[in-house]
């Protein structure tokens, strides 16, 4: 390994060849102000354009000030990060970005959460000596996401996440000089768009310039209107993230917590999506053995792999990007859907109300939820299915606005019957998750046999794309799994192009899958909390007394009771959806 | 955003380009210039079109046309007007001339008049640094333009 | 060129070319056959001869005769007279300013006298679409001389010798780019030239490219050789589509002459050439933006290191040189190291080729020697200000350059001092101002360029160079207070101190020379809201002296928005409401009625 010794701030500073300034300043406990960059370490993602020069430090013998962020430490450099030229340079950077930044912070979503206010508190900004002209845009309001761009800092780090993490593509910079930033192509709509919703931009962005549609307003309005049935139901990733809005340390498990703020906010029924989750399982799983046994017998027409539905910005990102593949995904629906489409119709009936005097709300780590709530086919009669779907984040401003000590709460259970849940449904926050607790079942259908250990080991991991073939007595079943929507494609065009084989593959469009979701608590950069968070996922299974969704008491109910048997008539109709050819063509005229 | 249909023909001919330059991401703004050379600017439709053959994204394509001037969205008028800013021009008065298109034809630097007959923008520098300050219209070219000169210019194109 | 007795040249620049060039080569053809006189006498359309204040030009060959300001017309007479009757057409010679006398060889010409031209050697003297012509002047003999002559080190030896630094702004030794993309090790090099000129008023390496574009292509082969790549690209303005045309010309004849291809001159040397356009972004002639733009990108530039030499075009090294320091590598391997390192200052050897523009007699294409002062080129090449007005500044180095002075007149010209006086090379424009030029103006102008140039990336210069752009507004709206000027002095040194590129490092430069140089001016807009050079608009009225005027209403005619009124023969007044203060009145008053206030 070559080294190189340098200087910061007086002090002798060793680092590997190729560290940067920014690297090398950390090592020493120097913290230079950065606000473009961020690396994500774990997925080897970093976004340095060296654009917004906050970063700056003064390099002996050098005739400009060096952004940290992009300078290779050499050898003998003598560096100063605090110089009064350093500081002086800074300050003025931060007063031009601001000069062209909405002065709105106590009404901006991110108030509080803003890394641009964070520098410009830390530098001790006070005022703006320039006046000028402030960019306008229009504010783009999706179902999932909402556009301020006037508050875009051009850090280009929703461009990178949604180009080169996701491959989406759907936002570029565009214009120049002043005029420049980052939007969707002909400043069109996200809607109008190939934006799959994922949320990784908005996980990113550095200000409020990106962030989500907030339905608590609504939601608390349903809550006090004594005519409606208020139910919600926490997706698993939650309950592993909500304690970071509360500055517990990240992997803290707070499922009992929460249970209890949602009754406290008033919520009739608090339910868990994990329910759903086995549910998922018992239809998916059904669903691939049948596919596998039709493929085994020589069925020629049976289309392998069969790939994963719950995670609806993936759903998107094949209806825009693979439409020539829209027979191959499980015909599933998401567990949420499948929490709706239940809730709204054996568990009204069950309590005894109208379906349209319930109202579904969702707690997920996604924004592509809302979206996915708000499909048309998941509504009868235009009653949707789920009616409101919150992030993490969203919960957590809740509680903070109803004044509840989330911290001294003590745990509460779920209510029945859809709040019972193995720990096959908890691990779908993970990715590889849904693989696993698929294979715990199908496993065991197949096999007729019991599971010596549950844990799939070899499904587990943070590496983007993994395979593994898992022994199904004797049958080996080849499993692909992929997060981040740019490693999905990637897969899947190797299938396509014939250079992978599998029987069944999981895709999650976050990085992480839903503990990393668009929904979830800021990680700012610091990947090392979703694998925190992945952890406490993995300990919340354990914990459970029961661990394989067919073994989950209420699910056989609901089978016996009303559904019948999985993949039957009823499930078709409630638990499965088709897709949607969604490739933007253009019109041509002959002549 | 106008939605317009684009001519089968020239279509067929962009797409010609595309596969003439091998479908190759990097040769985009060659390609662009082909298909401004085709379709006299470059709508929203063409640039799908491009996206589509070059197999990049439509945000990308966007995102290269409005970062070179040479490129637009809009259609040129019958007559386009460049008047040259360039520094030999602009000492020499050009602001002026400029200006005095701008209010005979109520129009802003880059804009079409309503029925389509002129256009307007600046360049920079053509070169003719001799013949300050300079007009083009369409090919040809005007050199020593004062204000008072430019009702003139117009009254040859009506 | 030798078949013919006599050769008519003619001006095939742009700028004579909009001036009825074509026109005037059909013309003299014709008369040519009228007179039936095709065996002996060709017409050849070349490159810039550089004299464009008196363009087109037309030039008689053997006997160097240099006709200005050439009409179509004036081609009947030429042949009958000049060519029939060997008698020199005296209208159309060119006249000293100073004491009047009618010049005929160019080279007796003040505008001609002091300028060596290397780069330059060939346009204006052979027809840029014939192969055979610049082969007759010494045409790629160079780069068969490097080739069966040569190791590529030794190739760089006499570069890095000759002292050449790039001409594209920036100065960096040539040789010594060549060496280290030579010594990285890479299957696969890149040669690319820029040729994307964008800054506003120059225009010398469209005349290199129209006038001798071979000169290019064969030093391009040459480099290719030493670096160790067979690839060149040349990365050329949309907006020239003469000097495409003439490359792509070039190109093709080089091909068949074999000089560009496999195998050159038999050594088992492979080099080809293509062209990539650009697309209007000044910001491209940066050579990382220059790269991103050929790879189908927005012109963006990256941060440096790692340079293009290391890792450039498709992350292969990538060796960038501009077209006038090309047009310079040929001559200066068959002339030797030390011919090139004779001519110029110290630390700047050779020529530098210069767009005199503004307001200043002999507008043109010039050649001069490192080291010669702005005096010289000003007053003895450039003739003098126009109109006999004083002398105020000279901009040189474009947006990313300074206003120089008065006091500055006898500084001898080179890299390192341009920038010591606050100023720079960059690609060459030269641009003269008088005393009517308002210098806060003349920075706003710059500003305003680089506003809209500005790529976005970096926010020093996206915002910064906006906010001295607006800073600058106020001033001239007599708007601003003496605190802004600090503020405005402190924004100039940040961005220059942490942009990320070029543009951003050099774009405050015409606001802090001005600063520097015009203080006084800039006061009297602060503090006294007054423009000395009355350019600004809102520190001025346009006022009709009753006294004066003489009622003759041209005023009135004149005046694009009807804001004079007045009887005839009776004192005008001007609405100074409704004045656009356009100054067409004052221009056309014959009385000196008119005055600002």
Same mark, same amino acid.
């Given at each position: 390994?070559?080294?190189?010794?340098?200087?910061?701030?007086?002090?002798?500073?060793?680092?590997?060849?190729?560290?940067?300034?920014?690297?090398?300043?950390?090592?020493?406990?120097?913290?230079?102000?950065?606000?473009?960059?961020?690396?994500?370490?774990?997925?080897?993602?970093?976004?340095?354009?060296?654009?917004? $020069?906050?970063?700056?430090?003064?390099?002996?013998?050098?005739?400009?000030?060096?952004?940290?962020?992009?300078?290779?430490?050499?050898?003998?450099?003598?560096?100063?990060?605090?110089?009064?030229?350093?500081?002086?340079?800074?300050?003025?950077?931060?007063?031009?970005?601001?000069?062209?930044?909405?002065?709105?912070?106590?009404?901006?979503?991110?108030?509080?959460?803003?890394?641009?206010?964070?520098?410009?508190?830390?530098?001790?900004?006070?005022?703006?000596?320039? +006046?000028?002209?402030?960019?306008?845009?229009?504010?783009?309001?999706?179902?999932?996401?909402? $556009?301020?761009?006037?508050?875009?800092?051009?850090? $280009?780090?929703?461009?990178?996440?949604?180009?080169?993490?996701?491959?989406?593509?759907?936002?570029?910079?565009?214009?120049?000089?002043?005029?420049?930033?980052?939007?969707?192509?002909?400043?069109?709509?996200?809607?109008?768009?190939?934006?799959?919703?994922?949320?990784?931009?908005?996980?990113?962005?550095?200000?409020?310039?990106?962030?989500?549609?907030?339905?608590?307003?609504?939601?608390?309005?349903?809550?006090?209107?004594?005519?409606?049935?208020?139910?919600?139901?926490?997706?698993?990733?939650?309950?592993?993230?909500?304690?970071?809005?509360?500055?517990?340390?990240?992997?803290?498990?707070?499922?009992?917590?929460?249970?209890?703020?949602?009754?406290?906010?008033?919520?009739?029924?608090?339910?868990?999506?994990?329910?759903?989750?086995?549910?998922?399982?018992?239809?998916?799983?059904? +669903?691939?053995?049948?596919?596998?046994?039709?493929?085994?017998?020589?069925?020629?027409?049976?289309?392998?792999?069969?790939?994963?539905?719950?995670?609806?910005?993936?759903?998107?990102?094949?209806?825009?990007?693979?439409?020539?593949?829209?027979?191959?995904?499980?015909?599933?629906?998401?567990?949420?859907?499948?929490?709706?489409?239940?809730?709204?119709?054996?568990?009204?009936?069950?309590?005894?109300?109208?379906?349209?005097?319930?109202?579904?709300?969702?707690?997920?780590?996604?924004?592509?939820?809302?979206?996915?709530?708000?499909?048309?086919?998941?509504?009868?009669?235009?009653?949707?299915?789920?009616?409101?779907?919150?992030?993490?984040?969203?919960?957590?401003?809740?509680?903070?606005?109803?004044?509840?000590?989330?911290?001294?709460?003590?745990?509460?259970?779920?209510?029945?019957?859809?709040?019972?849940?193995?720990?096959?449904?908890?691990?779908?926050?993970?990715?590889?998750?849904?693989?696993?607790?698929?294979?715990?079942?199908?496993?065991?259908?197949?096999?007729?046999?019991?599971?010596?250990?549950?844990?799939?080991?070899?499904?587990?991991?943070?590496?983007?794309?993994?395979?593994?073939?898992?022994?199904?007595?004797?049958?080996?079943?080849?499993?692909?799994?992929?997060?981040?929507?740019?490693?999905?494609?990637?897969?899947?065009?190797?299938?396509?192009?014939?250079?992978? +084989?599998?029987?069944?593959?999981?895709?999650?469009?976050?990085?992480?899958?839903?503990?990393?979701?668009?929904?979830?608590?800021?990680?700012?950069?610091?990947?090392?909390?979703?694998?925190?968070?992945?952890?406490?996922?993995?300990?919340?299974?354990?914990?459970?007394?029961?661990?394989?969704?067919?073994?989950?008491?209420?699910?056989?109910?609901?089978?016996?009771?009303?559904?019948?048997?999985?993949?039957?008539?009823?499930?078709?109709?409630?638990?499965?959806?088709?897709?949607?050819?969604?490739?933007?063509?253009?019109?041509?005229?002959?002549? | 955003?106008?939605?317009?249909?684009?001519?089968?023909?020239?279509?067929?001919?962009?797409?010609?380009?595309?596969?003439?330059?091998?479908?190759?991401?990097?040769?985009?703004?060659?390609?662009?210039?082909?298909?401004?050379?085709?379709?006299?600017?470059?709508?929203?439709?063409?640039?799908?079109?491009?996206?589509?053959?070059?197999?990049?994204?439509?945000?990308?394509? &966007?995102?290269?046309?409005?970062? &070179?001037?040479?490129?637009?969205?809009?259609?040129?008028?019958?007559?386009?007007?460049?008047?040259?800013?360039g520094t030999a021009c602009?000492v020499r008065?050009?602001?002026?001339?400029?200006?005095?298109?701008?209010?005979?034809?109520?129009?802003?630097?880059?804009?079409?008049?309503?029925?389509?007959?002129?256009?307007?923008?600046?360049?920079?520098c053509v070169g003719a640094c001799g013949l300050a300050?300079v007009?083009?219209?369409?090919?040809?070219v &005007?050199g020593r333009?004062?204000?008072?000169?430019?009702?003139?210019?117009?009254?040859?194109?009506? | 060129m030798?078949?013919y007795n006599s050769h008519i040249l003619v001006c095939g620049g742009t700028g004579c070319r909009a001036s009825q060039g074509e026109e005037i080569v059909?013309n003299l053809?014709?008369a040519?056959?009228?007179?039936?006189?095709?065996?002996?006498i060709q017409v050849v359309r070349t490159g810039c001869f550089g004299f464009c204040e008196k363009g087109p030009i037309v030039k008689m060959i053997p006997d160097n005769t240099f006709y200005t300001q050439v009409t179509p017309e004036d081609a009947g007479e030429i042949i009958s007279e000049h060519i029939?009757k060997g008698r020199k057409v005296e209208r159309l010679l060119y006249t000293d300013p100073e004491n009047k006398e009618q010049i005929a060889d160019s080279k007796d010409m003040g505008f001609y006298k002091k300028q060596i031209r290397i780069a330059l050697r060939n346009c204006g003297f052979i027809n840029p679409?014939?192969?055979?012509e610049y082969?007759a002047r010494d045409?790629?003999?160079?780069?068969?001389?490097?080739?069966?002559?040569?190791?590529?080190?030794?190739?760089?030896?006499?570069?890095?010798?000759?002292?050449?630094?790039?001409r594209?702004?920036?100065?960096?030794?040539?040789?010594?780019?060549?060496?280290?993309?030579?010594?990285?090790?890479?299957?696969?090099?890149?040669?690319?030239?820029?040729?994307?000129?964008?800054?506003?008023g120059a225009f010398m390496d469209r005349s290199i490219l129209e006038g001798d574009?071979?000169s290019?292509?064969?030093?391009?082969?040459?480099?290719?050789?030493?670096?160790?790549?067979?690839?060149?690209?040349?990365?050329?303005?949309?907006?020239?589509?003469l000097?495409?045309?003439?490359?792509?010309?070039?190109?093709?004849?080089?091909?068949?002459?074999?000089?560009?291809?496999?195998?050159?001159?038999?050594?088992?040397?492979?080099?080809?050439?293509?062209?990539?356009?650009?697309?209007?972004?000044?910001?491209?002639?940066?050579?990382?933006?220059?790269?991103?733009?050929?790879?189908?990108?927005?012109?963006?530039?990256?941060?440096?290191?790692?340079?293009?030499?290391?890792?450039?075009?498709?992350?292969?090294?990538?060796?960038?040189?501009?077209?006038e320091?090309?047009a310079n590598?040929?001559v200066?391997?068959?002339n030797?190291?030390?011919w090139f390192?004779a001519i110029g200052t110290?630390?700047?050897?050779g020529t530098k080729v210069f767009a005199l523009a503004g307001k200043i007699n002999n507008v043109g294409l010039i050649e001069v020697p490192m080291g010669i002062t702005l005096r010289e080129v000003i007053f003895d090449i450039g003739g003098g200000i126009k109109d006999g007005k004083k002398f105020?500044?000279v901009q040189t180095?474009?947006?990313?350059?300074?206003?120089l002075?008065?006091?500055?007149l006898d500084i001898p010209i080179d890299?390192?001092?341009?920038?010591?006086?606050?100023?720079?090379m960059?690609s060459g424009g030269m641009i003269v101002m008088d005393?009517?030029?308002?210098?806060?103006?003349?920075?706003?102008?710059?500003?305003?360029?680089?506003?809209?140039?500005?790529?976005?990336?970096?926010?020093?210069?996206?915002?910064?160079?906006?906010?001295?752009?607006?800073?600058?507004?106020?001033?001239?709206?007599?708007?601003?207070?003496?605190?802004?000027?600090?503020?405005?002095?402190?924004?100039?040194?940040?961005?220059?101190?942490?942009?990320?590129?070029?543009?951003?490092?050099?774009?405050?430069?015409?606001?802090?020379?001005? %600063?520097?140089?015009?203080?006084?001016?800039?006061?009297?807009?602060?503090?006294?809201?007054?423009?000395?050079?009355?350019?600004?608009?809102?520190?001025?009225?346009?006022?009709?002296?009753?006294?004066?005027?003489?009622?003759?209403?041209?005023?009135?005619?004149?005046?694009?928005?009807?804001?004079?009124?007045?009887?005839?023969?009776?004192?005008?007044?001007?609405?100074?409401?409704?004045?656009?203060?356009?100054?067409?009145? %004052?221009?056309?008053?014959?009385?000196?009625?008119?005055?600002?206030?």
């Amino acid at each position: 390994m070559d080294i190189v010794k340098l200087n910061i701030d007086n002090k002798p500073v060793v680092v590997e060849k190729g560290a940067t300034l920014l690297e090398a300043a950390k090592s020493v406990g120097v913290d230079v102000p950065t606000l473009c960059h961020m690396k994500l370490h774990d997925m080897n993602y970093e976004n340095n354009p060296g654009g917004c $020069r906050v970063c700056v430090v003064e390099v002996e013998g050098r005739r400009n000030l060096a952004p940290a962020c992009k300078t290779e430490c050499t050898e003998g450099m003598n560096v100063n990060t605090h110089s009064l030229r350093v500081i002086n340079a800074r300050r003025t950077v931060m007063e031009l970005i601001l000069s062209d930044h909405p002065a709105e912070c106590l009404t901006c979503v991110k108030n509080g959460k803003c890394e641009l206010q964070t520098m410009a508190q830390n530098l001790g900004i006070r005022e703006i000596p320039f +006046e000028g002209e402030q960019s306008h845009y229009k504010e783009d309001r999706s179902p999932s996401i909402i $556009r301020e761009v006037d508050k875009c800092i051009m850090c $280009r780090r929703c461009e990178m996440a949604c180009n080169e993490i996701q491959t989406v593509g759907c936002l570029s910079a565009i214009n120049r000089g002043f005029e420049s930033v980052v939007a969707p192509a002909f400043e069109m709509d996200l809607e109008k768009s190939t934006c799959t919703y994922c949320g990784q931009c908005v996980a990113v962005c550095p200000t409020g310039a990106l962030s989500e549609v907030d339905h608590t307003r609504k939601v608390l309005s349903t809550l006090v209107d004594p005519t409606k049935t208020v139910i919600v139901q926490t997706a698993p990733a939650v309950r592993a993230a909500l304690g970071e809005e509360f500055g517990m340390d990240a992997g803290t498990l707070v499922t009992g917590k929460m249970t209890s703020a949602l009754k406290k906010l008033g919520f009739d029924k608090v339910f868990d999506t994990d329910f759903a989750a086995d549910l998922t399982i018992m239809e998916e799983g059904t +669903e691939l053995l049948g596919r596998l046994q039709k493929h085994l017998n020589g069925d020629k027409d049976v289309k392998l792999p069969i790939l994963t539905s719950c995670c609806p910005g993936w759903v998107n990102f094949f209806e825009s990007n693979f439409p020539d593949m829209l027979d191959v995904p499980s015909t599933a629906k998401s567990p949420q859907q499948m929490f709706g489409a239940v809730a709204k119709t054996y568990l009204a009936d069950q309590m005894g109300i109208k379906r349209e005097d319930m109202v579904v709300v969702s707690i997920m780590p996604c924004l592509a939820k809302k979206y996915e709530a708000q499909r048309p086919e998941f509504a009868v009669d235009n009653n949707p299915d789920v009616d409101f779907s919150l992030s993490t984040r969203e919960l957590a401003q809740m509680i903070k606005g109803a004044n509840i000590n989330f911290e001294d709460l003590t745990d509460e259970d779920f209510d029945n019957p859809m709040g019972e849940s193995t720990g096959a449904g908890v691990i779908f926050a993970n990715t590889g998750g849904v693989i696993e607790a698929a294979a715990r079942t199908a496993y065991e259908v197949h096999t007729k046999k019991k599971l010596e250990k549950v844990e799939f080991e070899s499904l587990r991991g943070f590496e983007g794309i993994r395979s593994a073939t898992v022994d199904f007595d004797g049958l080996p079943i080849k499993i692909g799994i992929a997060h981040g929507l740019g490693n999905a494609r990637k897969l899947l065009e190797d299938v396509q192009a014939g250079k992978s +084989e599998f029987h069944a593959i999981e895709i999650m469009a976050c990085p992480g899958g839903c503990i990393g979701g668009g929904g979830q608590p800021y990680h700012h950069g610091d990947t090392s909390i979703l694998k925190k968070r992945a952890a406490a996922i993995y300990r919340e299974d354990e914990g459970k007394e029961i661990r394989k969704s067919h073994e989950n008491p209420f699910i056989v109910k609901l089978y016996e009771e009303f559904l019948g048997e999985p993949c039957g008539d009823l499930s078709h109709k409630l638990l499965h959806t088709h897709y949607f050819d969604k490739k933007k063509k253009v019109e041509i005229n002959n002549d | 955003m106008a939605e317009i249909k684009l001519a089968e023909s020239k279509v067929q001919e962009l797409k010609e380009v595309c596969k003439k330059f091998d479908y190759d991401k990097g040769e985009l703004i060659n390609v662009l210039h082909a298909a401004q050379e085709i379709f006299g600017y470059l709508p929203a439709e063409v640039q799908e079109i491009v996206a589509d053959e070059l197999n990049v994204n439509i945000a990308h394509v &966007y995102g290269v046309v409005t970062f &070179y001037s040479f490129f637009t969205m809009i259609p040129k008028g019958e007559h386009p007007i460049s008047i040259c800013m360039g520094t030999a021009c602009y000492v020499r008065g050009a602001e002026k001339v400029l200006d005095e298109f701008k209010r005979l034809l109520d129009v802003k630097v880059g804009e079409t008049t309503p029925d389509g007959k002129f256009s307007v923008s600046s360049l920079r520098c053509v070169g003719a640094c001799g013949l300050a300050p300079v007009v083009t219209v369409g090919e040809k070219v &005007y050199g020593r333009v004062a204000p008072e000169g430019v009702k003139d210019i117009l009254a040859e194109y009506n | 060129m030798a078949k013919y007795n006599s050769h008519i040249l003619v001006c095939g620049g742009t700028g004579c070319r909009a001036s009825q060039g074509e026109e005037i080569v059909e013309n003299l053809k014709q008369a040519v056959s009228d007179n039936s006189l095709e065996s002996e006498i060709q017409v050849v359309r070349t490159g810039c001869f550089g004299f464009c204040e008196k363009g087109p030009i037309v030039k008689m060959i053997p006997d160097n005769t240099f006709y200005t300001q050439v009409t179509p017309e004036d081609a009947g007479e030429i042949i009958s007279e000049h060519i029939v009757k060997g008698r020199k057409v005296e209208r159309l010679l060119y006249t000293d300013p100073e004491n009047k006398e009618q010049i005929a060889d160019s080279k007796d010409m003040g505008f001609y006298k002091k300028q060596i031209r290397i780069a330059l050697r060939n346009c204006g003297f052979i027809n840029p679409e014939n192969v055979d012509e610049y082969v007759a002047r010494d045409g790629y003999s160079a780069l068969g001389k490097v080739l069966t002559e040569m190791t590529p080190e030794e190739a760089i030896k006499i570069i890095k010798e000759s002292g050449l630094r790039g001409r594209g702004g920036g100065g960096f030794p040539t040789g010594l780019k060549w060496e280290i993309t030579n010594q990285v090790e890479n299957e696969e090099k890149y040669v690319v030239c820029n040729a994307d000129e964008g800054d506003p008023g120059a225009f010398m390496d469209r005349s290199i490219l129209e006038g001798d574009p071979h000169s290019v292509l064969e030093a391009m082969a040459i480099c290719g050789y030493c670096i160790g790549g067979s690839h060149g690209l040349i990365y050329i303005r949309a907006e020239y589509p003469l000097a495409i045309e003439r490359l792509k010309i070039a190109i093709e004849q080089a091909r068949n002459l074999g000089v560009l291809g496999k195998n050159i001159f038999g050594t088992g040397f492979d080099f080809d050439v293509e062209l990539r356009y650009g697309a209007g972004a000044f910001v491209c002639g940066e050579e990382t933006s220059l790269i991103n733009s050929m790879e189908g990108l927005r012109g963006e530039p990256n941060v440096k290191p790692p340079f293009p030499s290391v890792s450039g075009y498709k992350g292969k090294p990538t060796n960038v040189n501009n077209v006038e320091t090309f047009a310079n590598i040929p001559v200066i391997i068959n002339n030797g190291a030390e011919w090139f390192s004779a001519i110029g200052t110290e630390k700047s050897k050779g020529t530098k080729v210069f767009a005199l523009a503004g307001k200043i007699n002999n507008v043109g294409l010039i050649e001069v020697p490192m080291g010669i002062t702005l005096r010289e080129v000003i007053f003895d090449i450039g003739g003098g200000i126009k109109d006999g007005k004083k002398f105020k500044a000279v901009q040189t180095g474009g947006p990313s350059g300074g206003c120089l002075t008065e006091k500055h007149l006898d500084i001898p010209i080179d890299y390192d001092n341009l920038i010591a006086h606050g100023s720079m090379m960059g690609s060459g424009g030269m641009i003269v101002m008088d005393e009517d030029d308002c210098m806060v103006s003349v920075a706003k102008f710059y500003l305003d360029f680089t506003v809209e140039e500005s790529c976005g990336k970096c926010a020093p210069c996206r915002v910064g160079n906006k906010r001295l752009y607006e800073m600058l507004d106020k001033i001239t709206q007599g708007k601003a207070n003496k605190e802004d000027l600090s503020i405005l002095r402190n924004l100039g040194n940040v961005i220059k101190d942490t942009s990320l590129c070029g543009l951003g490092q050099t774009s405050p430069n015409p606001v802090l020379s001005t %600063m520097d140089n015009f203080a006084d001016e800039y006061e009297a807009h602060v503090k006294d809201g007054k423009c000395p050079a009355g350019q600004c608009k809102d520190l001025m009225e346009y006022v009709i002296s009753a006294e004066t005027c003489v009622g003759c209403t041209l005023c009135s005619r004149v005046c694009p928005v009807d804001a004079i009124s007045g009887d005839k023969k009776q004192a005008h007044v001007i609405d100074t409401v409704t004045c656009i203060k356009c100054g067409a009145c %004052m221009e056309k008053c014959k009385f000196n009625a008119i005055s600002i206030q």
